[in-house]
């Protein structure tokens, strides 16, 4: 099976940054999109960037030019990194992988299990 494992979060004050890294491990064959959704405490889950195969990225428009996420395919892992840090952010942060284990299957998406971060002064 493929597991995906998050770290990096901890508490930062505002202004500061963090770089989270999320490992993708187990049987692979093709990694396609991938990225980082949070949930913040009482809110629903946001989509905060996505990393194609080609290395395409998208962000959500509240944390563009904040937030840079990038993908080392050698080791199937992605990063994000954080500056400027806002007590906003403070969120448990979730990686996503499209992943396709063998070439005869379907794409699946898998998830890690989440890494906490949050701003306070």
């Known amino acids: 099976q493929v597991q995906l494992v998050e770290s990096g979060g901890g508490l930062v004050q505002p202004g500061g940054s963090l770089r989270l890294s999320c490992a993708a491990s187990?049987?692979?064959?093709?990694?396609?999109?991938w990225g980082w959704y949070r949930q913040a405490p009482g809110k629903e889950r946001e989509l905060v960037a996505v990393i194609t195969s080609g290395g395409s990225t998208n962000y959500a428009d509240s944390v563009k030019g904040r937030f840079t996420i990038s993908r080392d395919n050698a080791k199937n892992m992605i990063y994000l990194q954080i500056n400027n840090l806002e007590p906003e952010d403070t969120a448990d942060y979730y990686c996503?992988?499209?992943?396709?284990?063998?070439?005869?299957?379907?794409?699946?998406?898998?998830w890690g299990q989440g890494t906490l971060v949050t701003v306070s002064s």
């Open positions: 187990g049987i692979i064959f093709s990694i396609n999109a």
């Open positions: 996503y992988a499209n992943i396709q284990t063998s070439y005869t299957r379907q794409p699946a998406t898998f």
